[in-house]
């Protein structure tokens, strides 16, 4: 199989994925932000402001770190699925690894190898 086929196939699955995640981010941080600005004004004028908007700057981290999860695992899915890595687990943490860039190269040729 020559280079550009690889290439092409790669862009073929990659682009959908692509716009998947973002799609998911997209809509879920639009309607964490409704909910945000809801409870921002309610406490704005309290006295515990400060406490408040960290409570909620803390829960929108969580959410957040919710939507990578799900995006890190629909792509080590397609990893997996494709045979590109042998098992689900390596999948998972070599998708959370390229999410993160942490580790990404070592991890990658620890799978090529």
């Known amino acids: 199989?020559?280079?550009?086929?690889?290439?092409?196939?790669?862009?073929?699955?990659?682009?959908?994925?692509?716009?998947?995640?973002?799609?998911?981010?997209?809509?879920?941080?639009?309607?964490?932000?409704?909910?945000?600005?809801?409870?921002?004004?309610?406490?704005?004028?309290?006295?515990?402001?400060?406490s408040a908007f960290a409570l909620v700057m803390g829960a929108v981290t969580l959410w957040a770190t919710f939507l990578h999860a799900i995006e890190a695992s629909i792509w080590a899915l397609a990893f997996h699925f494709l045979g590109a890595i042998p098992d689900s687990k390596t999948a998972m943490l070599y998708s959370l690894s390229a999410f993160t860039t942490y580790g990404h190269a070592a991890l990658f040729r620890r799978i090529g190898s």
């Open 1 to 50: 199989m020559s280079d550009a086929s690889v290439w092409n196939g790669s862009w073929a699955w990659g682009l959908p994925l692509i716009a998947v995640t973002v799609i998911i981010h997209v809509i879920g941080l639009g309607l964490v932000n409704v909910r945000v600005l809801w409870l921002l004004m309610l406490v704005q004028s309290r006295r515990h402001f400060v």
